[in-house]
């Protein structure tokens, strides 16, 4: 799916919307240092987002085709769309077919960006915050068919769900919460994500923000099997990326960049920088959704 809009002319407008409302870029300089970023390169960006560091790409020159699953970040950056940028909609999983269909062979670079956007943490009717108790159990990130949160609380079996939270979320009452869920839902559906905070904060406790944390990040991983798209995700992107070409991952929470870790370990590839790459102090003053970042980088070797 293409947007022929317009291009963006003046880089001091692309640098304006690099840092847009609709979500801030993680990482930015060292994104673009890591994967070596210059005019007339060829980069994919696998999570547009609120597109700011396809912007940055742009404004320095190279090309860019992003890819998202979720239309509100298509139409956020339709105007980017042009001579030196392309916009698919889909899944990351997809990468390699993505790049061939559009001619893309023999990239420079890939961006993972895994982070889900201030946009959709902000939006009440998409379900991916705790914050907003009205909003109903979503968190798809596309147009899909595939089975929203409320499905798999109120359809999934006690051994499904304590999988989901146990490995997911790493919860350790993931057992406590399930059965919870199960004796409640026999009542009546648990619709909405303040009824399923209530569900959880009954079997572990009021207050326990991290386990409710837990247990929405084991939810959305497992509505957008997120785990097995980067699986693919990264294969693909080792599949087009030259040689001497760059992959670079941020991630945002240990089982996102354990995989990255083992992938990177690859004949195939170099990993760049002994640590993963964390944001500063002051980038994690200004944007506090940063804090659990991590970039890891690795390049082709042949």
């Known amino acids: 799916m293409k947007f022929g809009i317009k291009r963006l002319g003046k880089h001091k407008k692309i640098n304006e919307l690099c840092m847009s409302s609709y979500h801030t870029p993680v990482l930015l300089q060292e994104v673009i240092q890591g994967l070596q970023v210059t005019a007339g390169k060829r980069f994919i960006d696998a999570t547009l987002g609120g597109g700011g560091h396809t912007k940055r790409m742009l404004e320095l020159g190279a090309e860019v085709l992003a890819i998202d699953e979720d239309r509100d970040a298509i139409q956020e950056n339709a105007q980017l769309v042009g001579p030196h940028c392309r916009i698919v909609q889909g899944n990351f999983r997809d990468i390699e077919a993505f790049a061939r269909d559009n001619g893309w062979n023999e990239i420079d670079g890939v961006l993972f960006d895994l982070g889900v956007s201030s946009h959709q943490l902000d939006t009440h009717a998409r379900g991916f915050s705790y914050r907003f108790d009205e909003s109903a159990l979503d968190m798809r990130f596309g147009d ?3 089975p929203s949160a409320y499905e798999i609380v109120n359809n999934s079996s006690f051994d499904e769900l304590f999988n989901i939270f146990a ?9 406590v919460i399930a059965k919870k869920i199960l004796r409640l839902r026999k009542t009546s559906p648990i619709a909405t994500v303040g009824e399923l905070k209530k569900c959880i904060e009954s079997a572990v406790g009021s207050g326990n923000r991290d386990t409710i944390a837990r247990i929405f990040q084991a939810l959305r991983i497992a509505v957008n099997e997120e785990l097995t798209a980067l699986q693919a995700g990264l294969t693909g992107a080792m599949k087009i990326t030259r040689v001497g070409g760059r992959i ?19 004949k195939k590839l170099k990993v760049i920088g002994k640590k993963p790459i964390i944001p500063n102090t002051k980038e994690q003053q200004e944007n506090r959704r940063s804090r659990s970042a991590k970039l890891r ?5 042949r």
């Open 248 to 266: 670079a991952v941020i991630s945002f929470h240990s089982l996102e960049d354990r995989i990255v870790k083992r992938f990177f370990l690859n």
């Open 144 to 146: 899909s068919d595939k």
């Open 167 to 175: 490995t997911f979320g790493e919860e350790e009452r993931a057992g």
């Open 297 to 301: 980088i690795s390049e082709r070797l």
